[in-house]
């Protein structure tokens, strides 16, 4: 593509990138934003990295979990893209949210959400995360062991707690169940030890893992969790919320598998936890809220080219963001993903193998382990990254002292009106 006429007319309100958001008018996209940003910047002879976060994209996401589950609450797991914008759309529209340390219950709470909204859904907390919790009146907390139940008693003895177990995760892109999860066989023992300590666990949860990719993951962790609430039901204890995790695919096109899992999700519920029950389910998507948000921009800052022993032409090209930046996940995606090329080409251009290193000084640094092929590029060209809103940002560092990079927040009159009606 290439970046279109400087006269286009965008429908954006007052200056390009003030520190407020800008306001899409009619017509106005935040993908031309992009576009009018890349130009923007070439003509100052600057090549600064930068993000789009298209906010209307939230509002839609939400439409559709809650058109496809209607019985499950969404709690936004913060750790996805806690930038404030997003989080405050997402308390306007009503969702809840997972928190997984004392920080981000300060951020959530600091937006004047109820503490009844969050969930603290990290099974191995901090003491004085959990005395944090208890003195702000987060009561919801995840745990999977025995040790986590001696601290909550010590520390948050009137805790609502939520047993998270293990469910197979070989499906996902990213696995979580070598680290969290207790096995099942084990649940009774820890639903007994619970009910010794004066402790009130209240339900249980599952992660099948970020970015799953089979949906029928979560009917045997629904199909666990049952049994698990009956074990509870024995020890004591009155269980009555089934938290579903994340996992849900973010990716612009993942919409067909997003609506298979809800299909898999909506049946093992209406088996397991048939209506009437009282029981409560909730989920904590990220990246199926997140991941469409942003577009990231990047910059060849650099560029080598070599000869095979073959004569196959190879280009490396620096770019001004990498690993310690936002693309930090990129190294552990199965896929590379491939990048929109800002340039003219005359024709189909040739393609060449590529490796894409990041700017820092450590060749660990580079975006993803395999390489792609792309046409040849010059220094000063521009890359778009669709779909980076996802646990990018959130993870970047400041390594070698290359910045965080910026992000501009875009969204219609319509959310903003919303934002004004926010906590
Ligand atoms: N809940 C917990 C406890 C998590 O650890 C994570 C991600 O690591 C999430 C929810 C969000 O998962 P996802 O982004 O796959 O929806």
Known sequence: IHPGDPREQLGASGSLWPSEPIILGPGGSARQLVLRKIQELSIEGRQDPFMVADLDVLASRHQTFLQALPQVQPFYAVKCNNRPRVLLVLAALGTGFDCASQGELEQVLGLGVAPSRIIFANPCKAVSHIQYAARCGVQLLTFDSEEELTKVAQHHPGARLVLRIQTQDSGSTFPLNAKFGAQVEACGGLLQAARELGLAVVGASFHVGSDCQTPQSYRQAIADCRRVFEMGRRAGHHMSLLDLGGGFPGIEGSEAKFEEMARVINAARAEY???????????????????????????????????????????????????????????????????????????????????????????????????????????????????????????????????????????????????????
Do not use: H
């Not at 991941?291 to 080598?304: D, F, P, Q």
């Open 273 to 423: 936890f048939p209506e009437g029950t009282g029981v409560q389910v909730i989920a904590e998507p990220g990246r199926f809220y997140a991941e469409s948000v942003c577009t990231a921009v990047v910059n060849i800052i650099a560029k080598k080219a070599s000869l095979e022993p073959g004569g196959q032409r190879k280009l490396a090209y620096y770019l001004n963001e990498g690993y310690y930046g936002a693309f930090r996940i990129f190294l552990r995606e199965p896929v590379p993903r491939t990048p929109i090329v800002v340039k003219e080409f005359p024709s189909e251009p040739c393609l060449f193998p590529c490796t894409l290193y990041g700017p820092t000084c450590d060749a660990f640094d580079r975006l993803f382990p395999k390489e792609m092929q792309l046409p040849e590029l010059d220094v000063g060209d521009w890359l778009i990254f669709p779909d980076m809103g996802a646990y990018k940002s959130s993870m970047s560092s400041t390594f070698n002292g290359f910045p965080i990079i910026t992000v501009y927040d875009a969204m219609s009159p319509q959310i903003r009106s919303l934002l004004e009606s926010a906590p």
